[in-house]
């Protein structure tokens, strides 16, 4: 340690630091528009000039490091000179078109000119123009505004690992560009947004929407990026305008997905409904409260409940509660459906808050960028801050890491089992990231074997966050199908989206007799006549409760701060309506639906197609249409990762002359096609074809007629 003084009063300061650092920790403000503690050290903005007893002119704070006895004057004439000058320098080419500028109100470069300028420039020259980017459909850019302080920059090549922007030219030709004129790709690119101390760059979906000034905040939790980040609502006439980053940039949570800043838009009203409703021959009817109850009081069978895992602690236990008391015995454990493709945890996880002290970290699973993009992140940290230590991903296809120090062994999931069990017997002292994904039960079995002596250095991550340790052990060890036929099913939170490539879950659907759902938006279709709809918030109409990634046992909590629509109503308030008859004598229930529903695919007659090369098909879920609110985002189908993933991956072996993005017809054995672009994916596995669920577009195609193999054929477009 040593001691410097700031502005004549002494601080300790740790050697090396730098000034701005100290002056940071110390509640002293320093301008700046190139630094942030979490980027590398630029020093090209000059903002941050400071006086110093070891130089006599002025130097950058941001790039000068403290010495013993080093004396720093922040405020004085020759600092306050200094940094006017550079003000009225960065404003020769900056336009002064802050009335119309998104980031007014909120701009480092205006407050600073506020305080700190001259009210009148030396420059009568013309300003220089530059052309605006294309970076994709999340950040609008107007670079007439950038001064150049390569925030962006860093945040590429240093964060999101992508050197998508670059800085061109020297002087006045400087400009900030993208290379070959792309669209950013990362996951986390709409960082920047927040980044750009001026409105160079800001939010493309909500341009010219709000003010900032117009906006009420609200603190909040990430709901998709599964290490549950601090964000903070932006909220403007009861919508969410936009979400930033609440952690301060020193903390390991401080950058943000852009599924949460931007799944926010798939808030919507659109097709939101407000009474229950049932599913008839003629679309959704009205449906009474009475009558519902009437059901219910009538039910003798199992019940079932099915749940999206982004379902809060105090919604289930309203659930359970109400299950209790009205079905006893009659209901089933709750389950969730991500957790029912994976029915063969028998150990008990942990989250990794150890992970730097593990010497390696084994990833199973692909597409972990797009899946888990802060969890990835991370991972880079600790390829960065752990030199000798290395991580081995066992997938499907290629991820995106840029390191000599991840080993990726591309191989059929069949194979996988013998690999894990392999490594881990020769690596005891390494910590895995499972990124679970929809494989036959079979093989998620054999991978859960081969990790259980492992467990307490194993994290599960489903598309949507990490299953939480606790509702680990002891998964349920049986199919749906093997059980009961139940009475009632009950969803919450759930869509045809999600279960339609669940065959077993789409069955038990289909065979129940009355199925309620408990749903934001009202979908297109119901399963059949005793299929009632029952409007509910969604997660910022009501507080909920998270459970914290990265300290064990800690519950992140966000308020309400959106006020729903008359007649929709949180879990909870649900369940006490629905229980308020519950004295009423019991009647039996009306039994309108038919018990036809299903025609499965082996009673759906003989096979159409005699195919003598068929593939193995993958069906993972959609990393931008996990949920309810995802799906609904338009801004977020558009990013190129997210259209990536509409289209249908195909091995380079399968059908070679099709070529990348030409439209393909895939049948499955029974004759049923999805139609679709074709992604050729050379580090695919032999034979292997992957489709993503959880999206309109595909579906369609699973359903009752789900088979794990299929045929493609080249669509001729007529
Ligand atoms: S676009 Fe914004 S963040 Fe990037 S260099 Fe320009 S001012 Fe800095
Ligand atoms: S903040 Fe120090 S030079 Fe830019």
């Not at 950040?139 to 925030?151: D, G």
Request: net charge negative; glycine share 4%; hydrophobic share 35%.
């Amino acid at each position: 340690m040593v001691q410097i003084y700031i502005n004549d009063c002494p601080y300790d300061a740790k050697e090396g630091s730098m000034i701005i650092e100290v002056a940071d920790r110390v509640g002293i403000h320093i301008p700046r528009f190139c630094y942030h503690p979490n980027l590398s050290i630029a020093a090209n903005c000059r903002m941050c000039l400071v006086e110093t007893s070891a130089a006599p002119r002025p130097v950058p704070a941001c790039a000068t490091p403290v010495s013993e006895g080093l004396r720093v004057q922040t405020c004085s004439d020759k600092v306050k000179a200094a940094q006017s000058a550079v003000l009225e320098f960065l404003l020769i080419n900056h336009p002064l078109d802050c009335p119309v500028c998104d980031q007014g109100g909120e701009c480092e470069l205006q407050d600073l000119t506020m305080q700190h300028a001259h009210s009148h420039s030396h420059f009568d020259e013309e300003k220089r123009t530059v052309p605006n980017l294309n970076l994709g459909p999340l950040v609008a850019t107007e670079m007439n505004r950038c001064i150049h302080c390569t925030r962006c920059v860093r945040f590429g090549s240093e964060i999101a690992d992508r050197k998508e922007i670059g800085a061109l030219g020297r002087g006045e030709y400087t400009r900030i560009t993208n290379a070959l004129e792309s669209q950013l790709e990362s996951p986390i690119s709409s960082n920047i947004i927040d980044l750009c101390p001026v409105g160079a760059l800001t939010s493309k979906p909500k341009r010219f929407t709000g003010r900032t000034w117009e906006y009420q905040s609200a603190p909040g939790v990430a709901m998709h990026d599964g290490t549950r980040a601090k964000v903070q609502w932006h909220i403007k006439a009861n919508t969410i305008a936009r979400v930033s980053s609440r952690a301060q940039p020193t903390e390991h949570d401080y950058w943000l997905s852009d599924r949460d800043r931007f799944g926010m838009l798939g808030l919507t009203n659109l097709d939101r409904f407000n009474t229950p409703l049932r599913w008839s021959s003629e679309g959704w009817k009205r449906l009474s409260i009475d009558d519902i109850q009437q059901w219910l009081l009538s039910v003798e069978g199992p019940v079932r409940t099915l749940l999206h895992s982004s379902v809060s602690r105090s919604d289930r236990a309203a659930l359970n509660g109400f299950l209790f008391n009205m079905f006893g015995s009659k209901a089933e454990r709750i389950e969730e459906l991500t957790h029912r493709h994976f029915p063969w945890f028998d150990f008990a996880t942990t989250w990794p808050y150890n992970l730097n002290d593990m010497k390696n970290v084994l990833v199973i699973g692909s597409s972990f960028e797009t899946d888990h993009p802060i969890v990835a992140l991370h991972l880079r940290n600790y390829l960065k801050n752990n030199h000798d230590n290395h991580i081995v991903q066992i997938g499907l296809t290629h991820d995106r890491w840029n390191s000599s120090k991840v080993e990726q062994k591309i191989l059929p999931v069949e194979q996988w089992p013998d690999v894990i069990a392999d490594f881990l017997s020769k690596n005891k002292d390494c910590y895995i990231f499972w990124n679970v994904q929809s494989f036959d039960s079979e093989t998620q079995k054999e991978i859960a074997q081969a990790l259980s002596e492992h467990a307490k250095n194993c994290c599960v991550l489903g598309v949507d966050g990490p299953f939480d340790p606790a509702f680990m052990k002891g998964r349920m060890q049986e199919s749906l199908l093997d059980r009961p036929k139940p009475e009632v099913i009950i969803t919450v939170g759930l869509e045809p989206a999600d279960w339609n490539s669940d065959m077993e879950v789409y069955r038990a659907l289909h065979q129940a007799d009355l199925v309620m759902s408990f749903t934001a938006h009202q979908y297109a279709q119901g399963l059949h006549t005793n299929h009632i709809l029952l409007p509910l918030t969604i997660p910022l109409e009501q507080a909920n409760t998270y459970q914290s990634f990265w300290l064990p046992g800690e519950l992140m909590t966000h308020e309400k701060v959106l006020q729903p629509d008359e007649g929709i109503y949180d879990l909870s308030h649900w369940m006490q309506i629905l229980q308020e008859k519950r004295h009423l004598i019991k009647r039996p229930i009306e039994r309108l639906h038919s018990h036809q529903a299903l025609v499965t695919s082996a009673e759906k007659g003989p096979i159409q197609k005699d195919f003598s090369r068929l593939k193995r098909l993958h069906i993972l879920k959609h990393p931008a249409a996990t949920d309810y609110i995802l799906r609904r985002s338009p801004a977020l189908q558009k990013t190129p990762w997210a259209q990536d993933c509409s289209k249908i991956w195909i091995a380079s072996d399968i059908t070679p002359s099709i070529p990348d993005g030409a439209s393909v017809e895939l049948f499955d054995t029974y004759g049923n096609a999805l139609i679709g672009k074709v992604k050729r994916v050379a580090s695919l596995p032999s034979n292997t074809i992957i489709v993503w669920s959880g999206h309109q577009e595909s579906a369609p195609f699973f359903g009752p007629y789900w088979q794990t193999l299929v045929e493609v054929f080249e669509h001729a477009i007529s």
